[in-house]
């Protein structure tokens, strides 16, 4: 079964952290860009931060410096660790390839920054 599971969000404090941990299935994660994006309320989805195969990042200018992408290519698993958060960062987070595919969007996990 192809599919993305989003885990770790939650609400945390301004300045506070975050390890939000994408698990993908085989078949999406062999190979390929992944990516975190993000979407907030009334706001177009964005891309975060994504990490190529070998392990090569990139990164939004609005997260650069405070959040970290990592991936595990025998567990499948890409994280993105979030340091020094602000309200503005407050959004749905989702995982997928880089360049995106529109089937392999999964449910997301929320993230509020808020005191």
């Known amino acids: 079964q192809v599919q993305v599971v989003e885990s770790g969000g939650g609400l945390v404090q301004p300045g506070g952290s975050l390890r939000l941990s994408c698990a993908a299935s085989?078949?999406?994660?062999?190979?390929?860009?992944m990516a975190w994006y993000r979407q907030a309320p009334g706001k177009q989805r964005e891309r975060v931060a994504f990490?190529?195969?070998?392990?090569?990042?990139n990164y939004a200018d609005s997260v650069k410096g405070r959040f970290f992408i990592s991936r595990d290519n025998a567990k499948k698993t890409a994280d993105l660790q979030m340091n020094s958060l602000k309200p503005e960062d407050t959004a749905v987070y989702y995982c997928?390839?880089?360049?995106?595919?529109?089937?392999?969007w999964g449910q997301g996990t929320q993230v509020t920054v808020s005191s």
């Open positions: 990490i190529t195969y070998i392990g090569s990042t």
């Open positions: 085989e078949s999406i994660f062999i190979g390929n860009n």
């Open positions: 997928n390839t880089y360049p995106s595919r529109e089937n392999y």
